[in-house]
């Protein structure tokens, strides 16, 4: 039974005002650790709410864009400041929401003030060109100009830094902002927007409405006041909103993943575990660039096997709370669905369950989500644990026999988001480099991970094919060219 002592009831910012939404309904949202723990409950918004919100950031849209972009980064400057003042307090509510450990919570709230800070900065230099021109009388240039009011819809395995790496951007280039977080983790959201908020954000740039998609995704892809959607989350999500938007709304979409790590024959074999369990099993395997298929050389399949499982074996599986823990629950019940429906498919189609997958309930584990990290062995490419992706701690292990046939299987999939090499061969590492489908490429490093300041995205099925999202050229994606033909009179 869950405790309702103490549960905070949070509210939407709509117009600069925290207000309840049109029907008064509220949802919780609980701990995955400790299903019955209420971490805070939250706005069941409706249409009426988000068109409201709309409305707010459509009015505070032409003052927005005229403000001084000095002005845009000094709020963005203190938000970050405000985060990382709290890191220790936002680190904790974002782990007991979302499942993942301390550590990588904290790295997370770090992350984001980084992120505001590094948008604060770019931009003061989101510039037009001037052009040369055939007639002397006439200067022509562009500028670089908002689109409006941008909605952000994001998912809950990075639900600070992936909303911070779209709402900075967007509004540091003079947009204003409706964002709908994950449902599973409001309360860190809430949180970005109050250090938004509190930095002296004026009235209406930045708007927050909770509650599920089935209730808002429509009004915030489909609103014609809205000119873009920046949404991370499933493929199939993805596709809809893509179906849906007007031909005047911008879209961006970063969707799934299932990312290969090549081991070649000369790879460091305990390198190699150490990059597909941090890859693979971090984060819970809940990150949409996770290691899901390791291709490895049949010269060094066993050996590496043999050290795969015995890290697997070695992590600690608990709260992410407690300290030493490497790996958390998963974020609801239906990624334990998910990821135990997952297991039995690997072992109908005929996998080998070489460790784990089984849930854990004992003790600590018998009030969350715990599964314990799988790894299957003998996986063929056409096997759907090969081909769809999990979201979960499932590893796949898959034989090849020579470095084109390792390629030609890591890129037979309709996802294309990361993809890892190991080896010291320089000119496999650049066929590698050359030849992958896939928007983010690392040789010795985990397919997990990328930098504030680098284009972060995919190809295939795991992007929209237009822009990248994160580093300097996601401040395209939230402005548009006009080109200025400027004569003379007389
Ligand atoms: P999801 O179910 O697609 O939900 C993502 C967000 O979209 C949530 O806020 C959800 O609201 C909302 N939503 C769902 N359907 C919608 C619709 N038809 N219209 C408007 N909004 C809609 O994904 P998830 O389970 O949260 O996240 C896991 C997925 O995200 C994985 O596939 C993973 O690979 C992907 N991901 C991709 C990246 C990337 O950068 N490529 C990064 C992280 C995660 P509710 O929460 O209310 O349902």
Redesign the pocket.
Known sequence: MATETLVETFKNLIDGQWVESASGETFASTNPANAAEIVGRFQASAEEDVNRAIEAAQRAFPAWRETAPSKRADILYKAADWLEAGLERFAEELTREEGKTLAASRMEVKRSAQTLRYYASEGMNVAGETLPSDDPETFVYTRREPLGVVTV??????PLS?PARKIAPALVTGNTVVF?????TPLIACRLVQALHGAGMPAGVINFVT????K???P??THPAVKAVT????????E??NR?VRLSTRVQL????KNPLIVMDDADVEQAAELAVKGGFELTG????GTSRVIVMDSVHDRFVEALVARTRALIIGSGLRKGVDVGPLANES?LRNVLDYVDIGKSEGAELAFGGERLTEGEHAAGYYVRPAIFTGVTPNMRIAQE?I?GPVISVIRAGTFQEAMAIANDVEYG?SAAICTADMNAARRFIAGIESGVVKVNRPTTGNAVNAP???VKM??TATYR?SGRGALDFYTQIKTVYHGMQG
Do not use: R
């Open positions: 819809i994001t998912p809950w395995n990075f992936i709908k977080p994950a449902s599973d509650g599920s998609a089935s808002t995704g429509t915030l892809v949404f991370t989350g499933s493929t199939g999500a993805g809809k909103i849906s970063e969707l799934g993943g809940q990150a949409c660039t990624q992706e979201f988001l972060f995205g995919g795991s992007s999202e």
